[in-house]
């Protein structure tokens, strides 16, 4: 799962953050501060659901998504065989897959996205890195598209645009990094969230 362009990996030795897999209870300090209606991204610089992971440690982490309503947690990963365990899934938990550096269509490894129990299940396809074939799974509830950065490489325009037609042909709202910015001069990038 360790890819070469992964950003937290950059950010941890620039920080010299510590790399130790651990459970900290001081992260649930923060929750009374975050403001009503925030949307945060549960373990942006890690593999949440990695074999490595205990289950504990989720399902204490789903409990505290659980106890704030108010706030909507997104959760993604390049493990997707996971995601069922924790089903069903709390009300306010977006739940995604990455696109794989290997991937060259929309799967059946997606499959098990399909059986995860969440109001919002999605498909990260950031950095794009191939062109994806085929149709949009039904299940799918949002899209994200962006380019890789830091080195940074540009999807051809042709693929996101493909995937953009897939998924209006579905009737799914499609985000667009600002990493992909000059691939579109001409228009405004589509930044649509799930209802």
Known sequence: MACT???ARKMYRRFHWDETIRYDDMVWQTGPHIPTGSRVFVGSTMELFGPWIPSEWIRTILDYVESMPSTTFIFLTKNPKRLKEFNPWPSNAWVGISVDTHQRAFSPGYD??????AP???ISAEPLLSRLLGSVPDYVNWLI????TQPTWLPERA???E???AADDAGIPVFEKASLTP???DRPLRRVLPT
């Open 183 to 185: 691939l579109f001069p």
């Open 120 to 122: 919002v299940r999605f």
């Open 163 to 165: 995937i953009e037609r």
């Open 112 to 117: 098990q996205l399909g059986i995860v129990d």
């Open 145 to 148: 598209i962006g380019a890789q």
């Open 5 to 7: 362009y992964c950003y």
């Open 159 to 161: 693929w996101v645009e």
